[in-house]
């Protein structure tokens, strides 16, 4: 299982995490949740209590992704699978993202 915290604006947002290669969750942090005046991540990821689940690493993440000779040149560059979309968002979306979204890995417990 790994995980990431997604920030919006530098504020932590919530933790993505996947499961499995078939299983991904998102949640909202309290703190964020709470403050009214901090958006939601996506139109298509609201602010909720509840937990997002999907099979798939969510649309709004995945279109953060390169395809193409890009994707395959940034897998080569950090040894990953190409089919590996959360290790993928978790290498490149750290710093200089196009929008106000960054990511930063949840150390392992």
């Excluded at 299983?23 to 139109?43: G, H, M, N, P, T």
């Excluded at 909720?48 to 690493?57: M, N, T, V």
């Excluded at 990953?80 to 106000?100: N, P, V, W, Y």
């Amino acid at each position: 299982m790994r995980s990431m915290e997604i920030y919006r604006n530098g504020n932590l947002a919530g933790v993505l995490t996947e499961e499995s290669r078939q299983s991904f969750v998102f949640r909202y942090e309290d703190a964020y949740l709470s403050d009214s005046s901090k958006a939601a991540i996506s139109l298509t990821l609201p602010k909720s209590q509840r937990a997002y689940q999907s099979e798939r690493l969510f649309p709004f993440f995945a279109n953060m992704l390169s395809e193409g000779v890009n994707r395959a040149l940034q897998c080569r560059q950090w040894k990953l699978d190409e089919s590996d979309d959360f290790g993928l968002l978790l290498a490149t979306a750290q710093h200089d993202t196009i929008g106000a979204i960054t990511v930063k890995p949840v150390p392992a417990a």
